[in-house]
């Protein structure tokens, strides 16, 4: 009888530990890197001034502007920020339905899925292995530059216009909605797929009556959380000259008028709160697993 | 089973397929809203294509040429010899801090996410966290923890609630520039973001390792040290390094309010008009975030292979 086989006994530190460990020694030598003290998050006396001005406006946020001259029939400034809402939720909008057009068409050409389908030989396969390597590269190029630096590139390139926003949120998102879908639908279970395929079904409508639906519920439910980044992008936008909140913002906050920009901010965090309700909502509902 | 049969199958089959209403309405007014956008939103698409505007994105494109290369013709070595000096006297240092100020953000973010992720945590944030006690706790007891969970909760919303871009703009006023104001913004919205993974990924775990520690008599912080911690920790730091990747991005971009990282030289470059610096530093803020991807994705790998 040979003893019983002890369990080997584990490492004192493993892969997961280290990495750890070595990520808080990263961050104390950025810390260090970057020449901070802890006193650098205790402000100097002007902004001492500043933050107790701010801050002391925190519960009492402006009904009314706060500008120094109101021209006679000024709307409440409550409209106002309730218009700079809306056309946030514009810009979120329209960028968001341009960057679906493009993420459901790159996100199919870039999936594995679509091009493992069917069986092709010879040239056929080539193309394919090419469009998709191309698809691919677009999307990394797409998603790797920020949506403010497009927004800087469209503005230096053609001023100020909407079309400048709406593309510097689409081109990211966009290629954000591709990888993600792409990913979705290759990693989709496979089963309607195959029965499909067995049941000789040609590639493409294994692709959208068998691959695309189980991925529907998942792909859904990501769109809704990249609107509400993009909600959040679009309010940015405003410190770049276009009409939304993040324009107020930056207004109010240069006049020192602090009420108003509680205003502004709390109405941009209700509108957040209200998408983040919706779609934790959603996504509850469409992915039960 | 053929012809009519099948059909009235196919037929009962669709009828009795599951339908959400909540579903079904979303999708219409997501639908609505995409589509109303355009048609209320009075986008002025056409002035983009305006002659100025044609000319303007022409002079654009002739200026992203290499300045020292404008009006000449292409040579290799110019070009390698302009792209090795903005590399040395901006670029490496930029690169460098903003690397800097996502990774210290981020490791901010975490340690400030894990007390608030298990204050948001209904499991652990309870009077009788896994097993009841035996004494059933007070309904005042039972209130105080029912509003710590709701506060934290609240926290977590309001700060992931806010962009980072808005943190940074505020914090920049009263800080100053150092690059606090920008670790700062990144470390309070992802501490939101953070919060909200960690308290949901804490809510999931097994309940039979921290019942029976609890069984034993151990705390909430023992058994959120020695029963939730480890079979936390895979998780964790998967949405660790995949909230590092949006770091990053977002580090770049801080940098144009005034903070030292790549987008200070960035807007910089745009101010004084040097169209080929910008379009330089642009691309290099593009390579950052594709390098910052793969190295979180490799990262990502080795947590979840290693068990």
Known sequence: ???????????????????????????????????????????????????????????????????????????????????????????????MSLALVIGVVLGFLASSSWWTLGERRGIGRTVTGALWFVARAVIAAMRSIHELLWAVLLLAAMGLSDLAALVAIALPYGGTLAKIFSELIDEAPRDAGEALRGAGAPALSVFTFALVPRAAPDMIAYTFYRFECALRSSAVLGFFGFPTLGLELRQSFRSTNYGEVWTYLYVLIALVIVFDWWSGRLRRRLVTT | MSGAGRDLEIDRLRRARPRDRFVRRSLFAFGALLVGAWLVGGFDLGDAFSEQRLRNVDRFLGEIRPYPLQGEAWDHGVFLEWARGLWVEKGALAV?????????AIVLAALLALPFSLAAARTVATPEPYVPSGRPPTRWNRWAWRGLVGVTRTGLVFLRALPEYVWAY?????????????????????????????????????????????????????????????????????????RWETCVREATVLGMLGVVSLGYHIADARVRGRHDEFVFLVLLGAAIVLAGDLVSTWARGLVRRAS
């Open chain 1, 1 to 95: 009888m040979t003893a019983p086989e002890l369990p080997r006994r584990p490492p004192a530190v493993g892969v997961r530990g280290l990495t750890l460990l070595l990520l808080l020694v990263a961050g104390a030598l950025s810390y260090e890197g970057l020449g901070l003290t802890a006193a650098g998050l205790w402000p100097n006396e002007g902004g001492l001034a500043v933050a107790r001005e701010f801050f002391g406006r925190a519960l009492t946020p402006a009904w009314t502007s706060e500008a120094r001259f109101v021209p006679p029939g000024t709307p409440p400034l409550l409209l106002d920020a309730l218009g700079a809402a809306g056309r946030t939720v514009l810009y979120a909008a329209a960028a």
């Open chain 2, 96 to 104: 460098g801090r903003t690397l800097g100020i996502a990774v210290l």
């Open chain 2, 170 to 242: 505020l914090a920049l006023a009263i800080l100053g520039p150092t690059a606090w104001p920008a670790v700062l913004a990144l470390a309070l919205h992802n501490t939101g973001i953070l919060g909200r993974l960690y308290a949901e990924t804490v809510e999931n775990v097994p309940t039979g390792v921290p019942a029976a520690l609890r069984g034993l008599g151990a705390g909430r912080t023992q058994v959120a040290a020695a029963a939730l911690g480890p079979a936390l920790l895979p998780r964790l730091l998967l949405f660790f390094f995949y």
